[in-house]
């Protein structure tokens, strides 16, 4: 009870003195806090009467009263600011609309939106009905908790009381609606500012196009940009930052570098968002090389590197199969004093995989723990993947249970990943396996998992399992083959020596699917035909293959000759042999001449 009456006494001393208003302004920060102070010294269980008893009289000290709430929300105590309302308004104290106003605007700017909109909610109508700035400041908690329909209700009000609402207010609805991925309500607001004749700021425009980004709706994102100035607003580097992310997000890459380009021009400084998302667009373009440059010019316009822009760069070089570059950018993080997160460990550790480094992909995945990062499931598939790479099945495997052991749930990539390690190592009982495991947790197999089970069984000679997976599994489950299952299907048959089954399945892909044929294609079953010593039907095959825009290649001619050498049709052959000559195979006429058999070239 000391800091209680110690409070109280401050306050007592500065009504009964004679001071000025400037003596005033600079001892009451000290008797604020020491207020404050003191009604956190309550506990949580405080009673009304012991709250009043430590506040100002506050008929006669109300600001004062407003500074304490200002001073709890500061310190994140919300309760406190609710539990102060709450005991004046049990003491009698009424209470007009500024004070709710401050209460609920303190709560909506320390992100307490339950807080400031149950005090809202608890405003008496008949002592204190809400004004525009108050309505405003609810809304602008609906904007911190996205609560875009409760948006709509408090327009409405607003409309019933006769109020019109300014452009804050739609500001705020419009933020509400961003936050809570409603880009389409959001729009409907921005366009309903100009049917009430109100002119949308820079604020209305930034928030109304970073909605529209968040949603995926690049052309209006661009539409809005480029009327700005017919409304003599200026974009702003935010505006330029989320045009260029709505344009980069979904793959138009071209735009989002013309609009990084434009800023120059209309000399507006780019900061480090601009670039990182210019960087982004580098990434989805392939262009490893430029996103370096662009890395290296942050500095030149003195713009601080942060994680993101990291992130940006590593990933542009993890696409570009730069995997050294990738992980030189890793370890320079470390020297600048940025903290790599799970982003930057799963965009290092997949460039590892690209560039077949399994070992140092596994390295990094275990030293994410060591950082206080949990490996997410893109960390683990892509280790997973860079085992598979390597031809490292029981290492994948042991990945992906290790996954299942960190409650971690494997997603499509992952099991396709892991049975594309087994399906490297020819162990086809695990592939199969993992893709029936992918049906039992209701993950549905993608035509990528349906291939790798295809070519594992193909490995491991289960020819029949291949081609049951791929004419009745697949079919059933709705997943139409690609050309890459088509071709492990038919280089199953040949491994077999099923020549009949190889050429069903090359009919079937084109005729029955649709799915164009490529060299892999009629090589297996070139291979096949082969195999069977079926020199017509290879005679065949690569006669059509110029007919579908086919460049046969060194495998198909070798397997054509050696079908018609082993039918003892040298004539024929010989054609090829020539054929191939013409086209610049000498692999072949290497092949030929080491068969013993020697052929003249003139005619």
Not at 317 to 323: F, I, L, N, T
Request: aromatic residues 10%; glycine residues 6%.
């Amino acid at each position: 009870m000391g800091m209680q009456k110690a409070a109280r006494n401050l306050f007592d001393a500065l009504r009964s003195h004679r001071v000025s208003t400037r003596w005033k302004a600079h001892i009451k920060d000290p008797l604020i806090q020491a207020t404050t102070q003191a009604l956190l010294d309550l506990g949580p269980e405080a009673s009304s009467s012991e709250i009043t008893a430590i506040l100002p009289e506050v008929n006669q000290s109300r600001g004062q009263v407003r500074h304490i709430l200002k001073e709890l929300a500061q310190k994140r105590q919300a309760d406190w600011v609710l539990k102060v309302i709450w005991a004046l308004q049990d003491r009698g104290i009424r209470l007009n609309v500024r004070d709710y106003t401050m209460g609920i605007s303190v709560c909506a700017r320390s992100k307490l939106w339950q807080h400031a909109l149950s005090l809202f909610a608890a405003i008496p109508v008949e002592q204190a009905k809400p004004d525009l700035i108050c309505y405003n400041a609810a809304i602008n908690a609906c904007q911190t908790g996205g609560l875009w329909q409760y948006t709509l209700t408090l327009f409405q009000a607003i409309k019933e009381a006769t109020l019109k609402p300014d452009v804050f207010c739609y500001n705020a609805a419009i933020g509400a609606c961003k936050k809570g991925s409603e880009w389409e309500q959001a729009f409907v607001f921005f366009e309903n500012m100009s049917s009430y004749s109100m002119q949308p700021d820079i604020v209305s425009y930034n928030t109304t196009i970073s909605a529209l980004e968040k949603g995926g709706q690049w052309q209006q994102a661009l539409n809005l940009f480029e009327a700005m100035p017919k409304s003599s607003v200026q974009p702003s580097v935010i505006t330029y930052n989320a045009t260029m992310s709505a344009c980069v997000n979904v793959e138009v890459w071209q735009k989002g570098l013309e609009l990084f380009a434009l800023m120059f021009g209309r000399n507006v400084l780019p900061d480090v968002i601009s670039f990182s998302t210019a960087i982004s667009a580098c990434e989805k373009a392939g262009w490893w090389q430029q996103a370096l440059h662009l890395f290296a010019a942050l500095s030149n316009f003195s713009v601080q590197m942060d994680v993101v822009s990291y992130n940006a760069t590593i990933s542009a070089c993890e696409k570009g199969w730069q995997w050294q570059k990738a992980f030189f950018l890793f370890h320079a993080m470390g020297g600048a004093s940025f903290r790599a997160d799970a982003i930057t460990f799963s965009a290092t550790i997949s460039a590892f995989e690209k560039g077949g480094q399994w070992q140092g992909a596994l390295r990094l995945l275990e030293a994410m723990p060591r950082a206080t990062i949990d490996p997410g499931v893109f960390a683990y598939s892509a280790s997973i993947s860079a085992c598979a790479a390597g031809s490292k099945w029981l290492e994948a495997l042991e990945l992906f249970q290790q996954m299942q052991l960190s409650s971690l749930r494997p997603h499509v990539v992952t099991y396709s990943a892991t049975m594309s390690a087994c399906e490297k190592a020819g162990e086809w009982q695990s592939a199969l396996l993992l893709l029936e495991a992918m049906r039992r947790v209701d993950i549905p197999p993608g035509v990528t998992a349906y291939s790798a089970g295809i070519s594992a069984c193909e490995k491991g000679t289960q020819w029949q399992r291949a081609v049951f997976l791929l004419t009745e599994v697949m079919p059933q489950a709705h997943v139409l083959p690609n050309v890459v299952a088509y071709n492990a299907g038919i280089s199953a048959c040949q491994t077999c020596n099923h020549w009949a089954y190889a050429l069903q399945l090359l009919y079937d892909m084109r005729c029955a699917h649709g799915v164009q044929p490529d060299v892999i294609s009629l090589n297996g079953c070139l291979g096949a035909c082969a195999l069977a010593v079926q020199w017509q039907q290879c005679l065949a095959l690569l006669g059509s293959m110029s007919a579908q825009d086919i460049e046969p290649d060194v495998t198909s001619y070798n397997s054509t000759i050696s079908a018609c050498l082993k039918g003892g049709k040298w004539q024929p052959a010989r054609y090829r042999f020539l054929q191939s000559l013409a086209r610049n195979q000498p692999q072949v006429r290497e092949n030929v001449l080491a068969s013993g058999i020697i052929y003249t070239t003139q005619s």
